[in-house]
């Protein structure tokens, strides 16, 4: 019993990790002569779960996934003035988490 609650409280202690969610830095004309193409606006979606309230699924890359997929949308570099949004829905097994990217799709074009 008490190897148990060692394994347990080894368990609890672990948890999980993730790497850092990181989104490149806004552009800024005023900023190092850049100069950038809007292209539009532009949104993107990811899923991620949890199988049995425990068991992460997707859930640490669905924020630069979505981010990605509404840069790429127009074929730009990065967003401006992003805007997020998440939604979840549970079930008996499995919880969703549905993660939204807004924003305005630019390409920088000081890049030679």
């Given at each position: ?45 990811s899923v991620g779960m949890l199988l049995f309230g425990l068991i992460p699924i997707n859930q640490n890359s669905r924020f630069e996934k979505a981010y990605d997929e509404a840069v ?41």
């Amino acid at each position: 019993m008490k190897k148990l609650l060692i394994v347990l409280v080894v368990l609890a202690l672990a948890g999980c990790s993730s790497m850092p969610v990181k989104f490149p830095a806004p552009l800024d004309n005023q900023v190092e002569g850049r100069d950038y193409k809007v292209l539009g606006e532009s949104e993107g979606n990811s899923v991620g779960m949890l199988l049995f309230g425990l068991i992460p699924i997707n859930q640490n890359s669905r924020f630069e996934k979505a981010y990605d997929e509404a840069v790429q949308k127009l074929g730009g570099d990065r967003l401006l003035n992003p805007t997020i949004e998440e939604r979840w829905w549970w079930g008996f097994i499995m919880d969703g988490f549905v993660f939204t990217v807004k924003g305005t799709v630019v390409k920088d074009i000081s890049k030679k």
